[in-house]
């Protein structure tokens, strides 16, 4: 069997291509054996040949020329990230029959029903278990594993630099800008962190996570996405004092005859298994009505990790290829629309700067029971005797479960008391 060979094209030679190509240089007998044939690296698309790269990999394979090594090619591995020329590469791979495998999160949260129907039209596989929480395999277990198995909630930690920064000031108490410059100097956050903190990186995994588990086309367009800026010191020290854990959650879950998909900052029990995620690992927790509870932990970014979720596609792809098996077409039948969050259930904790006065906790208190929100704790911070001017507090208040609506009524009513200072937090509480 191993004496017939396929051809492959690598595009991009970054973090994670780099590590693609030096696989695929170093391991390919192994990979021919695997496969059943043997694999042939016939060029990588680069946009300058003469840059410093790694010896292991022939320098001749080097080119700029995308589109011809595209053209030539039985499997393409998209490596370069971005939207175009990304997209048009793809498909350009697709349509000509080549089988695809992309680590593109933010391509496929905008453009995966596009690629998938063009995949599908071609007859041939697009894979992309690198896309989400990096070397986990998830996406499979989800199309796969679990297809004859009914999802109905997926959590998720996958973005590292957040996990990595809210974990520093859990651990060592550090305010959000002075880990976050750490989580640079340790190389997890890009130069320009503003995807990963604002949740977008998340929500484009979520949108493809969503897409699988509930058999439906979603995009990021279809995710609230708020990010972890806001969070304070404080947030962290009385999320600890109650128990609590705050983590940047991707939650997609059936909500009536909907789903509904959102990331924001999360307060988890310590016991929940999220909460003992560390450092920049990733995790997503599946819940099933059979299975039950599943938890996937690991990497979830990082060049070598990355590449091992790539390389897994391209063997299994390559295998099918290899044997002939049909390629598995688009999975999302079900139709299901995108729910607001406006209706969604969850408790809360606020964070309230007010006068410390005589009646302004009660005040807070009747206009949280005007709208029918019963509180569950209510902590006041001791105010320092020795500071001058008018005293003031914060108050901390968990309420029981409501909806995202009727607390945002609720606030507006507060913010306006002559007492109140301002809201300084509001975080969901996960159970
Ligand atoms: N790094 C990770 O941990 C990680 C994890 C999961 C998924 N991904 C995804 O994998 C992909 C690659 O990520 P990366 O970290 O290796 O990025 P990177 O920026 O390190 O590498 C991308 C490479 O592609 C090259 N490139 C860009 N446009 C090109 C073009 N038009 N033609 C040829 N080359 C071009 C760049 O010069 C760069 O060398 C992205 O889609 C990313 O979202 C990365
Ligand atoms: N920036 C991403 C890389 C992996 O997708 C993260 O921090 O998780
Ligand atoms: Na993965």
């Known amino acids: 069997m191993t004496d017939r060979s396929f051809k492959v094209a690598l595009l991009g030679a970054g973090t994670v291509g780099s590590q ?25 698309a680069v946009r300058d040949t003469t840059a410093a790269r790694d010896t292991t990999v022939d320098a001749a394979l080097y080119t700029t020329d995308a589109e011809a090594l595209i053209d030539a090619a039985d499997v393409v591995i998209e490596l370069t990230g971005g939207i175009e020329p990304a ?42 278990e690198a896309a989400v929480a990096g070397a986990i395999p998830i996406l499979r277990p989800l199309r796969d ?12 930690i996958m973005n590292g630099t957040t996990n990595f920064i809210l974990d520093a000031m859990d651990s060592t108490g550090a305010q959000f800008d002075d880990a976050l410059a750490e989580a640079q100097r340790l190389g997890y956050a890009e130069a320009d962190p503003t995807a990963d903190v604002e949740g977008h990186d998340a929500a484009a995994k979520a949108a493809i996570v969503a897409s699988l588990a509930f058999h439906s086309e979603f995009t990021i367009d279809d995710v609230h996405c708020e990010g ?30 909907g789903v509904n998909i959102r990331v924001h900052p999360t307060l988890i029990p310590r016991k929940h298994p999220l909460a003992s995620v560390r450092d920049a690992y990733n995790a997503v927790f599946v819940e099933s009505r059979d299975a039950g509870e599943l938890m996937f932990y ?41 729910t607001s969050l406006s209706r969604v259930v969850s408790r809360y904790t606020v964070g309230l700067h007010v006068k410390d006065k005589l009646g302004v906790l009660a005040r807070i208190a009747q206009v949280f029971a005007d709208h029918g929100i019963s509180i569950q ?12 001017g008018e005293p003031e507090t914060t108050i901390r208040i968990v309420t029981h479960r409501t909806t995202d609506e009727r607390l945002e009524g609720t606030l507006a009513e507060i913010s306006a008391l002559p007492t109140v200072d301002r809201v300084t937090s509001i975080i969901r509480v996960e159970n």
């Open 298 to 338: 690991g990497p979830g970014a990082g060049g070598a990790p990355t590449a091992s979720a790539v390389m897994g596609d391209f063997v299994t792809l390559s295998r099918r290829k290899v044997l002939g098996g049909p390629a598995i077409p688009d999975q999302s039948h079900r139709n299901l629309e995108a």
């Open 377 to 388: 704790t209510m902590h006041q911070t001791k105010h320092p005797e020795h500071e001058a």
């Open 145 to 156: 594993s679990l297809a004859g198995d009914r999802i109905t909630r997926v959590l998720g």
């Open 87 to 128: 997209r048009t590469r793809i498909l350009r791979a697709l349509s000509g029959g080549a089988a695809v495998v992309t680590g593109n999160k933010a391509l496929l949260a905008k453009h995966g029903t596009e690629l998938q129907r063009a995949a599908d039209a071609a007859g041939v596989q697009l894979s992309y």
């Open 20 to 44: 693609v190509a030096r696989i695929l240089t170093e391991d390919a007998e192994e990979l021919a054996s695997r496969i059943g044939s043997r694999p042939e690296l016939i060029g990588i």
């Open 228 to 257: 972890i800026r806001e969070i304070s010191a404080d947030d962290v020290a009385a999320a600890q004092a109650d128990g609590y854990v705050i983590k940047l959650l991707a939650v997609c879950e059936l909500d009536g005859e």
